[in-house]
Each structure stands twice: as structure tokens, then as C-alpha cells.
T-cell receptor, first 111, second 111 residues
Framework: ETGVTQTPRHLVMGMTNKKSLKCEQH?????MYWYKQSAKKPLELMFV???????ENNSVPSRFSPECPNSSHLFLHLHTLQPEDSALYLC??????????FGPGTRLTVL | KQEVTQIPAALSVPEGENLVLNCSFT??????LQWFRQDPGKGLTSLLL?????REQTSGRLNASLDKSSGRSTLYIAASQPGDSATYLC??????????FGAGTTVTVRA
């Protein structure tokens, strides 16, 4: 266990649904990240939060909406997703520019 | 934009054989390079982190080298075991807090 938890672990949703992914860390880290991992493709960085402020949005479609209410929690709000958004969504945290600690991921399937 | 390539994409070896995994990157201006392990359907576990000023890092049976000028890193796993079967990911930090990942090498160690 890395100390980063993600819920739910699996999620199936229709294209008209609204759902949220949650990430939590109590490691005292300042930075938190969302990544997308599609089959046979490299991990894609989606968002970076540093001290609760968004510092990176890697041209992510607006149907993905991140929220970081405090330095321990990170959410990814999903609405009107497409089937090609089906992937493993990984959350990570890090103290500085040191190694990142990853959660187990949420396997998302969009029908 | 940093591009990270991992060769081979898949590797199958008998137990006891040494493993050599390769990673190359296009921009040599990096902060550090990390090797991660990912088990099927799981998150990432950090194995080794090499700072840009270092040439190699070792942990147990694992040794990673870094040649920044040529844009290459190699992960060596000595005396492989079936438990080493996983996907190994190389990631380069070339801009604060942002990692660029390769697509990974999937390793199978046959008993």
C-alpha cells in the first residue's frame, strides 16, 4: 500500500450519467495528480494540483472537471463521457519533485 | 515535448535469467528518471529514482543506469523470479511535477 486510496475501484456509467472519482492521501504531500491510462498507451497526465492550486491542465476535455478542496483530497467529476474515455484513472501524490506515490486506480467503463 | 520509448514492449524469460529493459527519451534536460512496476489492474509502485546528476541506482536485485547525454536508461533485474512478472514503466521528470511515461515493457518470467 502506498498510502494513496481511490474510490470507487470500478465504475460503469452511461454517456449521460454524472459521477465522481475520489482520491485521498494522508502522507502530508503537497502535490496531487490525475492520470489516464488507456490500453497499450503511455500514462497521460491530466491535471496537477500543488498546494490545492491547479498548476497543470493538459488539454483535457471539459467533460472532466477536477476539484481539490484541500491538500489531502482530489476529485475528478465526470459528465457526458464518451466510450473512448474508458480507461484506468490513476491518482498520485508527491511531497515535492520527488517520486510520486500512486493509488490503485479506478477502472472506468463508459457504455 | 518529451517523448519516452521503451523497448521491447514484451519480454518472456525463464526463471533465473537476467532481465534488461531499455528506456530512451528525446530531451536530455531532465530532473530525474524513475522506474515503476505495475501489476495487472493495479497502480504503480516506484522501484528506483535516479537524479539527473547520478549515473545509477541499486536496490537489491535491481540496478538502473542513466546516460543523460544519450537519452537512455537501462533497468537490470538479476536472477529473475516468477514474482518479477509485471509491466515496468519508465518515467522522466523534465518539468517540475510532470512525468512523461513510456508505454512499458511487460515481463513474463516462466517457472
Amino acid at each position: 500500500e502506498t498510502g494513496v486510496t481511490q474510490t470507487p475501484r470500478h465504475l460503469v456509467m452511461g454517456m449521460t450519467n454524472k459521477k465522481s472519482l475520489k482520491c485521498e492521501q494522508h502522507l502530508g504531500h503537497n502535490a496531487m495528480y490525475w492520470y489516464k491510462q488507456s490500453a497499450k498507451k503511455p500514462l497521460e497526465l491530466m491535471f496537477v494540483y500543488n498546494f490545492k492550486e491547479q498548476t497543470e491542465n493538459n488539454s483535457v476535455p471539459s467533460r472532466f472537471s477536477p476539484e481539490c478542496p484541500n491538500s489531502s483530497h482530489l476529485f475528478l467529476h465526470l459528465h457526458t463521457l464518451q466510450p473512448e474515455d474508458s480507461a484506468l484513472y490513476l491518482c498520485a501524490s508527491s511531497p515535492t519533485t520527488d517520486t510520486q506515490y500512486f493509488g490503485p486506480g479506478t477502472r472506468l467503463t463508459v457504455l | 515535448k518529451q517523448e519516452v520509448t521503451q523497448i521491447p514492449a514484451a519480454l518472456s524469460v525463464p526463471e533465473g535469467e537476467n532481465l534488461v529493459l531499455n528506456c530512451s527519451f528525446t530531451d536530455s534536460a531532465i530532473y530525474n528518471l524513475q522506474w515503476f512496476r505495475q501489476d495487472p489492474g493495479k497502480g504503480l509502485t516506484s522501484l528506483l529514482l535516479i537524479q539527473s546528476s547520478q549515473r545509477e541506482q541499486t536496490s537489491g536485485r535491481l540496478n538502473a543506469s542513466l546516460d543523460k547525454s544519450s537519452g537512455r536508461s537501462t533497468l537490470y533485474i538479476a536472477a529473475s523470479q516468477p514474482g518479477d512478472s509485471a509491466t515496468y514503466l519508465c518515467a522522466v521528470d523534465s518539468n517540475d511535477y510532470k512525468l512523461s511515461f513510456g508505454a512499458g515493457t511487460t515481463v513474463t518470467v516462466r517457472a
